[in-house]
């Protein structure tokens, strides 16, 4: 295996109520899995805000947001791996769910209650400025997809616990060539970690430098399981999608 493995995908018990993993044991799994980095991606939805935001001033939702971000990177720092902020968007309009990178601490400050407007305001809003890829695009109890507010999709979401027909995911990718295409573990807890991620060239210190290894096609999907997807993304590359 040529390259680095990271998960674009995994969640923090410090933040997320769904993880069950604090961040130092989601980094210390990965490590011993031979990755070299993670995004932490803890869910931002309404829902969250509501269990929050009980006075209403941001700043103070955000420091709770980021704590699973913070000690993940602490973890990460002492043991030289590589960790990442991202985020899950959701919007009221439906379950769906939204992977965003290319972020900062002080972008998130900056756009407050961002995930209360809809999914396409969000990218028409943020397109040219965070990278969009649909979660789990089909996993069961999703809504239709919006392929005008994406910019790619999870072709290989392999967390064990959800029926996510990455089939489909890579078939709406194959129909929008020009969507980019990723994989990861969306780790919540024991068991979940280190089964998918990308495998990047280089190494990288921060969330535009993924966009960019996205964005120019240099992050290939990796995942012991589901080859035949990643046969099918490995030809669509050597057309050049
Ligand atoms: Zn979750
Ligand atoms: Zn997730």
């Known amino acids: 295996m ?7 995908h995994t969640h923090t018990a410090e933040t997320s109520r769904c993880g069950h993993l604090p961040a130092a044991e989601v980094v210390d799994r990965y490590v011993k899995k031979g990755f070299s980095g993670l995004v932490v991606t803890d869910h931002l939805h309404p829902e969250y805000l509501s269990r929050i935001d009980t006075d209403h001033n941001w700043d103070h939702v955000m420091d709770h947001y980021l704590s699973g971000y913070h000690a993940s990177k602490k973890r990460g720092d002492e043991v030289g791996f ?3 902020l991202g985020a899950e968007f959701r919007f009221p309009e439906n379950d769906n769910d939204y992977l965003v990178y290319g972020i900062d601490e002080q972008w998130l400050r900056n756009n407050p209650y961002a995930c209360c407007m809809s999914a396409q305001e ?9 990278l969009i890829i649909h979660a789990h695009p089909f996993r069961e109890g999703s809504a239709p997809v919006q392929e005008t507010a994406i910019h790619g999709a999870e072709i290989i979401n392999n967390n064990p616990r959800h029926p996510n027909h990455n089939d489909l995911a890579l078939a709406l990718c194959q129909r929008y060539p020009e969507f980019f295409r990723t994989a990861g573990s969306d780790t919540h807890r024991d068991g979940d970690e280190a089964r998918a991620g990308v495998l990047l060239p280089e190494r990288i210190h921060d969330s535009y430098a993924y966009k960019r290894m996205v964005e120019t096609r240099q992050a290939l999907p990796w995942c012991q399981e589901f080859q035949d997807i990643l046969a099918a993304d490995a030809a669509m590359r050597k057309e050049g999608k």
């Open 2 to 8: 040529q390259g680095y493995l990271y998960d674009p």
């Open 82 to 84: 590589d960790v990442l």
């Open 122 to 130: 969000f990218f028409d809003k943020f397109h040219d400025q965070v």
